[in-house]
């Protein structure tokens, strides 16, 4: 049996071992070991200590046990609060090596985007389809009775000139205007009517401003009492989306064997608000479509009484806009496929 004043003795080494061995210690691990070489309840040093009670005589035995008992909890605090100090270095130094540097540069995705005359497409389609116009899209080859004569624009007519026409039989031709689709469109449907016919064109010319391949944007209302002003004020509400607040239209006599009268259209300059600039010659305005009220003899062709509707019709030149909303020249930059160039028109 070992002696009372060395078990005594023993708390005391003990704790001072505890005393000194916790602050040398690195990491919550290692308060971890050391607190099971103390205090694990078979091996641990107190843990043993507890088992010589048996040993001692009954007098002595509830003081011994009581200085045990301290022991035991202030050795159990003194490793919480090393383990409690570690876990929280270590927590921190882990925040440090997993921070992240916001401002890195990031890494450059590279995405494609929509083609510049599709982007103003769209954009069109959706400005239009905010009015409540649906959308027909027509057909590229058309025959000569839909793009010209049910137009009013029969064989011998000197209004075929003004369209250099790709012909691919004596019926059948390569659209030269997507005021085709307006006869389908009648023919098809009743009044009230309010479409767009949005699509590829072709007429062969071919310089700066002209492709032999191009894109209009037909917009046709049919209805009792339309005119000039519904025009007008559909046409307001559009260049303004498209060019900004304030700009504005006026319309010029024209000539269209499909409508009568007919207008060209003029959007004041958005470059120079209308002072006269580069953009618009000095004129303060600049042309952007064509239109007109809707010719009773189109009208009667699809089967439609003018003396109850009237209609009105105008047709857009989407890469026209798009020169002209982006600032460009040349017509074949639209159509380079030169990504340089396309990346920048983008909105
Ligand atoms: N189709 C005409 C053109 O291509 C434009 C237009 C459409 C004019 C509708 C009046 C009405 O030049």
Avoid at 182 to 192: D, G, L, S, T, Y
Avoid at 251 to 268: A, K
Wanted: aromatic content about 8%; glycine content about 8%; proline content about 4%.
């Amino acid at each position: 049996m070992q002696d009372l004043n060395e078990l005594r003795a023993k708390i005391d080494e003990i704790k001072a071992e505890i005393a000194s061995g916790v602050l040398g210690l690195k990491s919550s691990k290692a308060v971890y070991e050391f607190k099971k070489s103390f205090l694990d309840p078979k091996a641990g040093k107190i843990s043993q200590l507890m088992k010589e009670m048996k040993n001692i005589p009954s007098e002595a035995r509830a003081d011994f046990g009581k200085g045990v008992n301290e022991l035991k909890n202030w050795a159990g605090g003194r490793f919480d609060e090393m383990d409690e100090k570690l876990k929280a270095a270590e927590a921190e130094a882990r925040y440090e090596s997993e921070k992240i540097d916001i401002t890195m540069p990031a890494k450059k995705i590279k995405v494609g985007n929509l083609h510049p005359v599709t982007q103003v497409k769209n954009q069109l389609i959706d400005i239009f389809a905010s009015m409540g116009f649906e959308v027909f899209e027509g057909t590229e080859i058309e025959t000569d009775y839909y793009n010209f004569t049910a137009l009013n624009t029969p064989q011998d007519h000197p209004a075929r000139d003004m369209q250099d026409t790709f012909y691919l039989s004596p019926e059948f031709l390569l659209r030269t205007q997507t005021s085709a689709g307006q006869i389908h469109v009648m023919e098809a449907k009743k009044p009230p009517i309010k479409v767009i016919s949005p699509g590829k064109v072709f007429r062969s010319d071919d310089d700066a401003t002209h492709s032999p391949m191009f894109t209009q944007m037909e917009g046709l209302v049919v209805d009792k009492h339309i005119t000039l002003c519904d025009l007008q004020g559909m046409l307001n509400v559009l260049v303004e989306k498209i060019f900004g607040e304030g700009t504005t239209t006026r319309l010029r006599p024209s000539y269209f064997p499909f409508t009568e009268p007919s207008v060209e259209v003029d959007v004041s300059c958005f470059e120079c608000g209308g002072k006269g600039c580069k953009l618009c010659k000095g004129t303060g305005w600049i042309e952007v479509l064509g239109a007109g009220i809707v010719n009773k003899k189109v009208l009667e062709n699809c089967g439609i009484d003018s003396n109850d509707y009237s209609g009105l019709a105008f047709g857009i030149g989407v890469e026209r806009l798009a020169m002209l909303k982006y600032g460009i020249n040349n017509i074949k930059l639209l159509y380079e496929s030169d990504l340089r160039v396309l990346e920048q028109l983008n909105d």
